[in-house]
């Protein structure tokens, strides 16, 4: 009897595993009471509908909570929001996103009928950051983010069909293969919910066949990435002190570490483009555009953070964090923004920045397209730096960073750690130190890439 008892005992222990494996993503997807959706410094909440166990998301209550609009027409509803015409047909088990596509999803209808259409979870925290636009899934934070966007402004232009050979330090560089898309989702594993049969639906978010090509899903020949080392020649960036009594400069430290990212990178087979491999002067519009002109796959700037002078023991402040462009949320990100940006003061006649009323609209179309993309990338770079890096983890962070605006790809700036603060600046200085920084740069953008080719199948590009 009471073997017997243990046996059932394990097998409500598996049964129990098996079903906390199946909703435990979901769980760790947002709060309890709800989905929350955060608008710059306010939010709202949508709550959870359960369903068979699981839990869904009301059509209607998201439509409110995001400014959109609900067109219900026989079986069919029809939610436009966040850019994204997305049409659910009741019994069919995929989603219609217009020109996007379609993709795998099964959803619920209420008691209430078609007017009380329920969607899963995985709706706003993979398919609507993926294909809409201004919106982002916040895994940390557990909570979905809309934003504010920012036009990157400059000449919008395609790329020669034969661009000159060059390396670095803002001259042209070869350019031979078209540019890409990246489109990328969460690692959150699918779960499909079946209403009343089994279901057999595919993995949420996977992409349907279809005859047509889109030039965002075409496959690069090779990978190649940008790293931008901040400020050089005049300016000098951050100044600090090490613990030896040394000055530092920002400068400097940015040049070593992208110079050793490059190293990395390319002992892995990636095609690297630095924007400076000296101490020289480069646009910030400029670095956006040298990342456009070859195609590269990521953009990456390096910088180094300064305290606050108004804080309260402003020397002791140290970390690391990594920005994406979009709308600054907090007062601390907008000193960031500011301090990173004074740097177009000594851009003078052919260096200034300028742009056209045509070019801000079509840019502002191409951030949006790489939000999502850029947040994935910030937060593997805040992953592998935390592995390595003595500091706090100061998180993922959103700015208007005007070397971020030019480049139309997946760009993140990446605050190695605060040279105001001695034992922190003693760090960076360091060649070891910078090795270490350097492989974790390079480890995340590997994974990242990897990452990439799992969601598109891998294989030939």
């Known amino acids: 009897m009471c073997a017997r008892a243990a046996a059932l005992r394990a097998r409500l222990?598996?049964?129990?595993?098996?079903?906390?494996?199946?909703?435990?993503?979901?769980?760790?997807?947002?709060?309890?009471?709800?989905?929350?959706?955060?608008?710059?410094?306010?939010?709202?909440?949508?709550?959870?509908?359960?369903?068979?166990?699981?839990?869904?998301?009301?059509?209607?209550a998201l439509a409110r909570a995001l400014g959109g609009t609900v067109r219900t027409s026989g079986r069919t509803i029809t939610l436009d929001a966040c850019g994204v015409a997305a049409r659910f047909v009741v019994g069919q088990r995929t989603l219609d996103l217009g020109d996007a596509g379609r993709v795998a999803m099964t959803v619920a209808v209420t008691e209430g009928g078609i007017s009380g259409l329920l969607v899963p979870a995985e709706f706003m925290t993979d398919i609507l950051p993926r294909y809409g636009t201004g919106?982002?899934?916040?895994?940390?934070?557990?909570?979905?983010?809309?934003?504010?966007?920012?036009?990157?402004r400059g000449a919008v232009t395609a790329a020669p069909d034969a661009a000159t050979s060059s390396d670095t330090d803002g001259a042209p560089v070869e350019a031979t293969s078209s540019a890409v898309t990246s489109v990328l989702r969460p690692d959150v594993d699918a779960r499909p919910v079946s209403i009343g049969g089994t279901s057999r639906t595919p993995p949420y978010g996977t992409r349907v066949a279809s005859t047509a090509t889109s030039a965002s899903t075409r496959r690069r020949a090779a990978r190649s990435v940008v790293i931008d080392a901040g400020h050089g020649g005049p300016d000098n960036g951050m100044s600090g002190m090490s613990s030896s009594g040394t000055r530092v400069y920002e400068k400097q430290i940015t040049l070593a570490i992208a110079l050793k990212v490059a190293d990395v990178l390319r002992s892995q087979g990636i095609t690297v483009h630095l924007t400076r491999s000296r101490d020289?002067?480069?646009?910030?519009?400029?670095?956006?555009?040298?990342?456009?002109t070859t195609r590269a796959d990521l953009f990456m700037s390096i910088h180094v953070n300064a305290a606050n002078p108004r804080w309260r023991d402003a020397t002791s402040a140290r970390g690391f964090e990594t920005y994406f462009l979009a709308?600054?949320?907090?007062?601390?990100?907008?000193?960031?923004?500011?301090?990173?940006?004074?740097?177009?003061?000594?851009?003078?006649?052919?260096?200034?920045?300028?742009?056209?009323?045509?070019?801000?609209?079509?840019?502002?179309?191409?951030?949006?397209?790489?939000?999502?993309?850029?947040?994935?990338?910030?937060?593997?770079?805040?992953r592998r730096l935390r592995m390595t890096h003595p500091g706090s983890d100061r998180g993922v962070k959103q700015a208007n960073f005007a070397v971020l605006r030019g480049s139309f790809m997946p760009a993140v700036l990446i605050e190695v750690g605060f040279g105001t603060n001695r034992e922190e600046a003693s760090y960076l200085t360091t060649a070891p130190r910078q090795d270490e920084l350097a492989r974790a740069i390079g480890e995340a953008t590997m994974e990242y890439l990897a990452r990439y080719e799992r969601r598109v199948g891998g294989g030939a590009r």
């Open 13 to 60: 222990r598996h049964v129990a595993g098996t079903a906390l494996l199946l909703f435990t993503a979901s769980a760790a997807l947002a709060q309890a009471d709800g989905l929350h959706i955060r608008t710059g410094r306010t939010g709202v909440v949508v709550p959870w509908v359960t369903s068979n166990g699981a839990r869904f998301l009301s059509v209607k």
């Open 135 to 152: 919106i982002v899934w916040d895994a940390d934070e557990r909570e979905l983010r809309r934003f504010s966007t920012f036009a990157r």
């Open 280 to 292: 020289t002067l480069i646009a910030l519009s400029d670095r956006g555009r040298i990342a456009n």
């Open 327 to 382: 709308e600054a949320k907090t007062e601390e990100e907008n000193r960031v923004e500011r301090m990173e940006n004074e740097s177009v003061k000594f851009e003078t006649g052919a260096n200034a920045p300028r742009g056209d009323p045509l070019s801000f609209i079509i840019n502002d179309m191409a951030q949006n397209e790489h939000l999502r993309e850029s947040s994935d990338l910030a937060g593997e770079v805040q």
